[in-house]
């Protein structure tokens, strides 16, 4: 009889858990996850629809002046085929790393590798992408994607030395990454090799590197996406579910034909998650670096609005949640992301024309850039406030100097591992991954105490 009597109260419990279940999930919409961030400038966003173009010049089988363009955007890719230095097919990486191509853009002066995104009918995308657990591999005291990380060493093992004399020719061009989606993920890693490398690439500054990350995979733990916010940028199209997707990707694609299925199962399980305990969670992976969010839709209306374009570096609400919405897979395609980008990036270069003199827009620009390096102090503080694991409030990397410029003032120690610089015999890159970085008891892999100086740069105390 009691047991009886207690169903109809389960039952109401039940009841009530679904009622707000739905109204979190029917209600949050994507604008939401950036309703609190800053407008992003111009001069900050400009490279954005360029990258993208780059990309998708990876899905053309001809790039040469007298083929067809097949997936051209309007206006065509507005590239050079003479500066394409080399391009990296399936056939040439064997399933290691997606296809990839090398760009020396002189009219930007940038040295641009921009890798494809995921393959959905070749194998050895699956299993890149399956080559990982959660809490597989770890990596300068945060977790990342093994498989990702195994393809970034790939890339570098290939064209370390094209890389390293282009940057020698030179001296004032930056070394960007870019990738969609899965090359995304593959970007957001080769930024953090090269970056914890300079001295193998020529002693470069952190300052002259740099990667767009155009609807990434969630990679890196939070410790790892915020402390390389300068150097990385991650674009998302208002609803793309990658991103906000926290299931291990490896899941992801075994699920691939009950996506939404899979889908709406996580977004159940979680919201019943509060969201300290997710960011206490140090094998817990996020979208890189600092994050560009285009909105170009609004909760209950109808079309598309000119987009909008929020930026931050967020520590605490950075895209936990999925939206359940039906452009959460159109808004992934890259097609997509130039077109809305490029769209957004006119109508700031027209407001901005219209509203700041010319004299006054490289003021504001440094402004901004001094803007940009607060924000991302304020971030590293936020990350140890809120208990991140493995959160360090100083970066030990140099990463901002008083002027807002991004500059690396304290070199890394040579560590016994590190071949000299100067000498021509070959290391592999994932083998260098494996000698900087010791396991420790639990066979986990850690960075070595001795590669980095102990103490953190004054500009940042």
Known sequence: MSLACGLPLLECVYCLACARWAWKRCLHSGESDSATWGLASAADFEPVPRMCRLVMANYEPDLSPSAPLLFAPPGGYGIDPACVLRRRTYADTRGRVTP????????????VLALRGLNLVKESDYALLLDNR???????GGYVHNGLLRAAGWVLDAEYDLLRDLLERYPDYTLTFTGH??????????????V???DK????????TRCYAMAPARCMSLNL?????DVINSVVLQDDFLPRTATPLEDIFKSILCLPCLLCLRCLRDTCIPEDAMLKDPRRLYAPGRIYHIVERKMCRCGRYPPVVKSAVPVDGRFEHIVLSCNATQDHAIIWIEREAQKALDLMLEEETMAVPSEQRMERNE?????????????????????????????PYGTFDDDGRRQLEHQPERSESFPPAGARQRMSWNDLIERVFDKDEDGQIVLRSSVF?????????
């Open 134 to 140: 959660l809490g597989k591999r770890r990596f300068d």
């Open 100 to 111: 990839y191509l090398l760009y020396l853009d002189h009219d930007h002066s940038d040295i």
């Open 196 to 198: 914890l490398n300079l």
């Open 181 to 194: 989606s899965l090359g995304a993920g593959i970007a957001a890693m080769l930024t953090m090799v090269v």
């Open 201 to 208: 690439l020529g002693n470069v500054e952190r300052s002259r």
């Open 367 to 395: 402004t901004l850039q001094r803007e940009h390096v607060e924000e991302h102090k304020a971030a590293l503080r936020r990350a140890v406030t809120l208990s991140v694991p493995d959160a360090r409030a100083l970066s």
């Open 453 to 461: 100086l102990d103490a953190p740069p004054a500009h940042l105390l």
């Open 225 to 229: 996406a915020v402390r390389y916010a």
